[in-house]
């Protein structure tokens, strides 16, 4: 079973801001929280990981509560080509385990 | 670099009979997973292999099997071939210890008739 909790979907209007929240109430002390998306027919694309800490990369932000059992994926321009499933799982670091996908958030950009 | 390759892209196969699909990793890669995603749902993993040892095995029947070569590619074969077994069929490449996530390939679509 996923150990994450996301809504089924989301829109949100081009240019603006994106934010996918994720729950995470189990998630172990070793544990990483991942995103990832799927354009459709494609493989899902890694965007971003964290364990405590809020990070950023060029594609998107990851904010992660302070008691780490929820997060919010924000992607600050949203575009067309970021309509995607977006997926919430947290993994241990170590490049070995296996993810758990659950059925992710369907996000659409509105032009 | 290339990214993670996969082949075929789509395939076309007949009940009861057998598959072979195809992966090769990112150069560097030594871990390989195999995940399955039924359409509307999420992937779910398959097998994990690392240094030619499998490593991992999700909830899947004995029809399916996987190996990795010394190169590191990998290939999964599925046995007596049922309609439910249709799906995208996605390969995953990662350095162990990596700090960027999996690397998965565009997939293979396989189709029982």
């Known amino acids: 079973d996923a150990k994450t909790t996301q809504p089924p979907s989301m829109d949100c209007a081009e240019g603006r801001a994106a934010n996918l929240p994720c729950n995470h109430s189990t998630i172990s002390g070793n544990e990483y929280v991942y995103w990832y998306r799927q354009i459709h027919s494609q493989g899902p694309q890694y965007i971003i990981h964290?364990?405590?800490n809020n990070e950023t990369n060029e594609m998107a932000s990851l904010i992660i509560t302070e008691d780490r059992k929820s997060s919010t994926l924000i992607l600050p321009h949203a575009t067309l080509r970021d309509t995607a499933v977006y997926y919430c799982i947290v993994s241990t670091h170590f490049g070995n385990e296996k993810l758990t996908f659950g059925t992710g958030t369907r996000l659409t950009i509105i032009p | 670099d290339a990214g993670v390759t996969q082949s075929p892209t789509h395939l076309i196969k007949t009940r009861g009979q057998q598959v072979t699909l195809r992966c090769s990793p990112i150069s560097g890669h030594k871990s390989v997973s195999w995940y399955q995603q039924v359409l509307g749902q999420g992937p779910q993993f398959i097998f994990q292999?690392?240094?030619?040892?499998?490593?991992g095995r999700g909830n899947f029947p004995d029809r399916f099997s996987a190996r990795q070569f010394p190169n590191y590619s990998s290939e999964l074969n599925v046995n007596a071939l049922l309609l439910g077994d249709s799906a995208l069929y996605l390969c995953?490449?990662?350095?162990?210890?990596?700090?960027?996530?999996?690397?998965f390939g565009s997939g293979t679509r396989l189709t029982v008739v």
């Open positions: 995953a490449s990662s350095y162990l210890m990596a700090n960027y996530g999996y690397t």
């Open positions: 964290g364990l405590k």
């Open positions: 292999y690392y240094e030619k040892e499998e490593r």
